[in-house]
């Protein structure tokens, strides 16, 4: 579709709701001015618009245009052809080990994660 994967991940972050920089940055795990960048890129094509937060007026707010969620539309549906044509090609049962596994994978690194955020603010060692 012409757009890099960073863009595309903010634009399926952003339609969740309009958000704020700093709320976009936590949910992709990355540092604001990362996706300031990648929200000038996608607000100089016409993807996304800022406005000032009504509650907070040092806040920038970010939210889909039409033409933005169209793209986004566009590229979940390439996503979900993808997963399709995967399933197709695995089959049923081994798909199926395959989520196993990614959710197994995921819940590890959750948990990690997790303990050693815990780990630098109680003082424990950090390996």
């Not at 960048?37 to 889909?64: C, K, Y």
């Not at 997963?83 to 989520?99: C, T, V």
Request: glycine residues 8%; aromatic residues 8%.
């Amino acid at each position: 579709m012409g757009f890099k994967p960073s863009e595309i991940r903010v634009l399926f972050c952003v339609a969740r709701g309009d958000m704020k920089v700093s709320e976009i940055s936590k949910r992709m795990h990355v540092t604001s001015p990362t996706v300031t960048q990648v929200i000038n890129g996608l607000e100089a094509n016409g993807l996304v618009e800022r406005s000032v937060d009504l509650t907070d007026r040092r806040a920038v707010r970010v939210q889909l245009t039409q033409k933005g969620e169209a793209v986004r539309q566009k590229a979940g549906e390439a996503l979900f052809s993808s997963f399709s044509g995967l399933i197709e090609y695995l089959g049923e049962e081994r798909s199926n080990e395959l989520a196993e596994l990614l959710t197994d994978a995921y819940v590890y690194f959750a948990e990690r994660e997790a303990s050693l955020h815990q780990s630098q603010w109680s003082g424990d060692e950090i390996l």
